[in-house]
C-alpha cells in the first residue's frame, strides 16, 4: 500500500499526458489521497491523433516503436499479447497492407490506431494498478468540464451532469482543446476524415500542407481509389474523377522522416562542451551548432556557415518556395539513402532547442527574439512518415493533387462554392496562450456569486507547470505544452511524458492549500 496524503485532484483530460502521469504515480512513495478523472471522450489515453475516428483508415503516426518513451506495458509485450508472438515484428504493418499492396518495412512508423489502442490499454492498466495500491481513481469519460470553481480555498468541478467538490489541486491536460479554432464556416475540420471523404464531389481544396492536411488528403484517396505497387514503385488507381488541392502559404510540405535515434548523440555532443559560454541564441548557434555541422556534415556546412540561426533555419527546410513541393519530397527520399549522414541535420536542430529550452539564457532569448521561427519547427520535427510520402507522390503522378501557393491567403467562404472546403491547418499559435484556459475559470464569491477573471489579472505558467495568477500560487497545473508560454519545441509523446512526469512530482507531495489566490 502506498502512503496517501490529504490532496484530493482532479485531471481535466485523459491523453497521453494523463497516461504518463499516472504512470509516474505508480512509481512514487508518496501519492494524493484521491483522483478524479475527466474525459470527454469515450475512450482514455488516446487524446486527439490517436482515437480511432481520427486515426482511419490507415493513416500514420510518426514514431517507431523505440520512440515511444517507457509506459507500464511496453509495445512489445502488448502486441506480442495482441497479434501473437509469430506476427509481433509485422504487426503494425497489417494495419496499412490490408488496405494498400505496399512495403513500410523502411521506418517501420506505427500506425496511429493500433498506437492509439496500445496507449488505451495501458491506462486502463495503469489505473487498475492504482487501484489496487491503495488510490482512490475514478475515471468519467463524456464528461465534458464547463467550469473550475475556486472557493472557500477549495475547487469545485462542473461538467453537464455534475458538481465534484473538495478538490485540493487541478491538473488541465487538455491538450490543443485549449488552442484558438477559427475557421470558415463551409469548411469542415480535417479530423475526423468521416465527415468528407465520402463526400461525392469533383474537387477538395484542402487549407494547409502539415501532417493533417496530408491525412486529409490520403485519406480522400483512399475512398475513391486504390494504392498498389507498379513498376518503378507506390502508384495510384482512381475510381472516379475527382481533384484534390492542397493550398499552403509557403507551398511546402515538412520533412520526410528523419532518423530520431542520432538525436541523443547529438545532445551528449552539445552537453559535452561545457567550456564554451554562449549569450544568446546567435551565440549558441556559431559556437555549439556549427561546430557539430562542421564535423559530421561538412556539405551542409558550408552553405551555412555565414547564416544566421534563422536564415540557416529556413534554408535547410527549403521554406522559400523556391522548390516544388514533389521535389522536395523525392530528393529527401534519395537523401535517406546519403551514408554521409547529409541527412541528418534535423536530428541536430532538434538537440540544439532542446539545449535552447533547457538553458534559462537561452530560452528567453529565443522568445524575446526568435519567436517568430517557431512555426517552422513543426517543417523540421513532425516528420512524413516514408510511406505517407511515397503515396502522396503517387497522388501527384496520377494527375489527382496539386498544389498553390496563397501567398498568406486564407479560402474564401465565397469561391469554389461547389469543392468540399477541409481545413487542416492544424494548432492555431494564439499570442494569449492561456486566453481558453482562464474562460473555464472562476472565483467563490461571499455572496455565493461567481466572478470571472479580470482583464487586469496577470496569468503565468511557472517552471513547475504550475499556474500562477499575479505571480502567487493556485495549484492548478498546466499540461498542454500548446498553452505553455515558454514551451518552444514542438508537443509529441515525449512532451506528453516529459509534462506528466514532472507535473507527477508536484503532486505526490503533500501540500497544504495556502490563500494564494490575489484578492
Known sequence: MKKCNQSNIAVIGAGPTTLYFLC????????????VIFEKHAEPGKGTPFRKENASPNLLSNLKENEIPALNVSFFSWAR????????????????????????????VIPRGVLGEYLSFCFNRVVESLKESGLDVTLKTRATVKSIVLENHQFSVETDNERLSGITH???????????TEKLYDALWAYPPRYYMHEDKAE???????LTAIDAALSIARTKGQFYRGAGGIKYRSNQEFKIVMRSRTGVFPKVWYNSDVVADYKKRLNADSAINVSGVESFFRHKLLPIFKQSMPKI??????????????????RTGQTHPILKLKAELLSLADTSRQSDWPA?????????????LLLNDFVSNHHDIKSQLSASFAS??????????????????????TEGKTLRE??????????????????????????????????????????????????????????????????????????????????????????????????????????
Open 24 to 35: 509516474a504515480l505508480l512509481e512514487a512513495d508518496d501519492v494524493p489521497q484521491s483522483i
Open 204 to 210: 477538395f481544396i484542402i487549407d494547409g500542407m502539415s
Open 414 to 519: 465565397d469561391e469554389d462554392a461547389e469543392a468540399v472546403k477541409i481545413d487542416a491547418k492544424g494548432v492555431i499559435e494564439c499570442e494569449d496562450k492561456l486566453a481558453k484556459l482562464r474562460d473555464l475559470l472562476a472565483f467563490g464569491e461571499a455572496s455565493n456569486e461567481r466572478r470571472k477573471c479580470n482583464n487586469s489579472d496577470e496569468w503565468s505558467v511557472a517552471e513547475n507547470h504550475e499556474l500562477l495568477l499575479n505571480g502567487k500560487s493556485t495549484h492548478i497545473y498546466i499540461g498542454s505544452a500548446f498553452v505553455t508560454p515558454w514551451y518552444i519545441n514542438i508537443p509529441g509523446l515525449d512532451t506528453c511524458a516529459e509534462f506528466g512526469k514532472q507535473i507527477a512530482q508536484q503532486c505526490a507531495q503533500a501540500y497544504v492549500y495556502e490563500e494564494a489566490v490575489g484578492e
Open 301 to 318: 556546412y558550408q552553405q551555412i556557415k555565414n547564416m544566421s540561426f534563422a536564415e540557416s533555419f529556413t534554408f535547410l527546410n527549403q
Open 170 to 180: 487541478v491538473v488541465v491536460n487538455m491538450g490543443s482543446d485549449l488552442c484558438a
Open 384 to 405: 512524413i512518415p516514408l510511406e505517407s510520402a511515397n503515396w502522396i507522390i503517387a497522388l501527384y503522378d496520377s494527375g489527382v493533387l496539386s498544389f498553390e501557393k
Open 348 to 360: 541536430v536542430i532538434a538537440a540544439g532547442i532542446d539545449y535552447i529550452q533547457q538553458t534559462p
Open 81 to 108: 499479447d495482441v497479434y501473437g508472438e509469430d506476427s509481433v515484428s509485422t504487426a503494425p504493418n497489417a494495419f496499412i497492407t490490408c488496405a494498400d499492396d505496399s512495403d513500410s518495412s523502411e521506418s517501420q
